[in-house]
């Protein structure tokens, strides 16, 4: 285990020890500067370069040193004991676990940590708190359970939903301002898809911070990671991991967007905690960087991904714009009503009504468009009524609703109805992971741990979410899972850093000077949108084979003339650009991967829905799907139903 140190109390490390500060566009941090090219933490005299170290790199298949563009390069290097790539709830979950520690922790992001992805969390994180109504983590983990679609491997959730409670009041000991009761305990709203007793009356299990909880959950594990002095690398982008050849991780080759330069960092332990890839659909309720990155890179470096045909549909996205309507907003007392003013989730969940489980209401709001029901000129879309509790409410509980439904579908949603169409919003997939966060892949009969490579949160398949997520699950999972990657890391690290290989980071400059190609070509955002397009169309919400089938030779076709992309802008300093020729990378890697699962699973299960096989089939599916990147081959593997220290919940029909 790492040996505990207490920090000098100006919070400098000793004389060639690596800053824990933050390396940024302006190169400050308190105390010290800290430029990729100019560290040193324990004084303000000029700086030796050669702390940095170099790597020559030679030609692919020849002698010589390797080039970029016309100029002679040595790659600059750093070393860390851990390198975490994403600084998003799990990412920062996992970092602060480091906190007094003697290892030395590398944060790469792509953004500033605080413009990752978990600052767009709205309605809350699921615990057992009992604040509000009688609950249990027990009833959590079987609502867990059923909303997987008994897809979801129970002693993983049976984890998660123990450690919810203690998760909850670390953050709120780390300085997360929860929404309050009168008695001055954590408020918590009701949700779809809980309930109490197995089954029974609605649950309240939700804690949330007003419809911001995880623009409070972010700030606050940022504001404990610069207390705790974790060096960030800010606005660096993760190119390729670099392995060995027995296919340990050894680090990341990444790249600053200020200057251009990349950057090899060398790790005993690389985390990945990049998070979801929704920008893969036109229509999304993800934020821009969501392009599937870290997924990306597993698959690259070998490592299948496991369940990705299961994409949740969020039922309320403004309409035609894909912007979120938090489920916060129907546990407050919100409803659905289509053209005729007619509630209709009655017809579809009797008893949920409007908060039955996702996937169950965003078919529900498909169906009702499809049957001629939809509301607008263009009968498209059906509305989200919240008028009726009052302007009080809605600008205590929703304020942050009620200014995106003024900017993004020009509605006050406290004088009249949102207009909503489900947005693709969450991947339950990901790369394989055991619940301590180690990436699996097939070996034999059994799986292998990838030596030095963790993954958490959306980016991950522990597997808590099956084939449908919960809401106020996906806070959860980041923040249980960042947590327990980080604690097993400070058990298990190795002493030694492993011997670079060479010819993997030589492989990995391949892929970034391949866009210094010049000449006439196709331009990223001509095949990206495309790709969108077409993923859009052939894997939505509703699936059928001849469709998907088009889907996938179109996308391979697509992906074929990837290298007929051209940039027209060649320069280096913030070079945006290239980073979104990157991003398509990512992006065709992750698609193909969900288009291709879902054409190979022939059933109706969570958010995989085929009309062609409308039923759940437990006898010849109740399996996790694994998608290899060469050769688009698929595997699979069983689902674990073993829970921890309680029974297991068997399969039975999903109802609400």
Known sequence: MARLVRQPADGHRQPGDDCGGSVTRLGRHPGCIDRLRQTDCSARDPVNLSRLGTINLRPVGGSGAHTIGSGLMALAKRRFDALIIGAGGAGLNAAVQFANTDLRVAVVSKVFPTRSHTVAAQGGVNAALANVLPDNWHWHMFDTVKGSDYLGDQDAIEYMCREAIPTVYELEHNGVPFSRLDDGKIYQRAFGGQSQNFGGAQAAR?????????????????????????????????????????????????????????????????VLATGGCGQVFRTTSNAHINTGDGLALALRAGVPLMDMEFFQFHPTGIAG???????????????????????????YAPNAKDLASRDVVSRAIVTE???????????????????????????????????????????????????????????????????????????????????????????????????????????????????????????????????????SVEQAMARLTRWDQQGEGLSVRELRDEFR??????????????????????????????PEVRLDDHSKVFNTARIEALELENLFDSGISIAVSALKRQESRGAHSRPDYPERDDEHWMKHSLYFLQGDRMDYKPVTTKPLSVETFPPKPRVY
């Open 533 to 562: 397009k077409t993923m859009e169309d052939h894997a939505g919400v509703f699936r059928t084979e001849d469709i998907m089938q088009e889907g996938v030779e179109k996308l391979i076709e697509l992906r074929e003339k990837l």
């Open 369 to 503: 468009v499809k049957e001629g029901r939809g509301c607008g000129p263009q009968g498209d879309h059906v509305m989200l009524k919240v008028d009726h509790l009052g302007e009080g409410i809605v600008s205590k509980r929703l304020p942050g609703i009620r200014e995106s439904g003024k900017i993004f579908a020009g509605v006050d949603a406290a004088v009249e109805p949102l207009p909503v169409f489900p947005t693709a919003h969450y991947l339950m997939g990901g790369i394989p992971t055991d619940r301590l966060g180690r990436v699996l892949t097939p070996a034999g009969s059994g799986e292998d741990i990838v030596p030095g490579l963790y993954a958490a949160g959306e980016c991950a398949c522990v597997s808590v979410h099956g084939a449908n997520r919960l809401g106020g699950n996906s806070l959860l999972d980041i923040l249980v899972f960042g947590r327990a990657a980080g604690l097993d890391v400070l058990q298990n690290i190795e002493q030694h850093h492993r011997p670079m290989n060479e010819a």
């Open 321 to 347: 714009k894909g912007m979120l309507i938090t489920e916060g907003v129907r546990g407050e007392g919100g409803y659905l009503i289509n053209k005729d003013g007619e509630r209709f989730m009655e017809r």
């Open 206 to 270: 939700t804690c949330a911070a007003a419809d911001r909880t995880g623009h409070a959950i972010l700030h606050a594990l940022y504001q404990q990671n610069l207390r705790a002095r974790t060096h960030f690398f800010d606005e660096f982008f993760a190119v390729e991991l670099i392995r060995d050849d027995e296919g340990a991780i050894l680090g990341a080759l990444v790249l600053e967007i200020e200057t251009g330069e990349p950057l090899l960092i060398e790790a005993k332990t690389t």
